[in-house]
Nanobody, 122 residues
Framework: QVQLVESGGGLVQAGGSLTLSCAAS????????MGWFRQAPGKERESVAA????????YYADSVKGRFTISRDNAKNTVWLQMNSLKPEDTAVYYC???????????????WGQGTQVTVSS
């Protein structure tokens, strides 16, 4: 079983940048696809980005393409989400998740972190 812990959230002005980290423990990190999801108040959880086990496949939601970058280091058991040109609509709790394939579907992911708050002020 994999435990996931996110960090790096915070308050940033529009146009700024943040990098979220997700540290994994208790399992074989390299055997999982990893995803980042977010949930804003009153909205459903949505997929933001995902990356395959070998980093050969990535997925980005249209709303973040060109602004966010997902990466991972299997030796460090860590996945990151670099977020640039942040907008107020990016405000949400961000979750990392581990699963079988890098698809933008929460049902693909069996393990979830507790989330980290990102707030973008205008």
């Amino acid at each position: 079983q994999v435990q996931l812990v996110e960090s790096g959230g915070g308050l940033v002005q529009a146009g700024g940048s943040l990098t979220l980290s997700c540290a994994a423990s208790g399992g074989t990190f390299s055997s999982y696809a990893m995803g980042w999801f977010r949930q804003a108040p009153g909205k459903e959880r949505e997929s933001v980005a995902a990356i395959s086990r070998g980093r050969t496949i990535t997925y980005y939601a249209d709303s973040v393409k060109g602004r966010f970058t997902i990466s991972r280091d299997n030796a460090k058991n860590t996945v990151w989400l670099q977020m640039n040109s942040l907008k107020p609509e990016d405000t949400a709790v961000y979750y990392c998740a581990a699963g079988g394939s890098p698809r933008p579907d929460a049902r693909e992911y069996a393990y979830w972190g507790q989330g980290t708050q990102v707030t973008v002020s205008s």
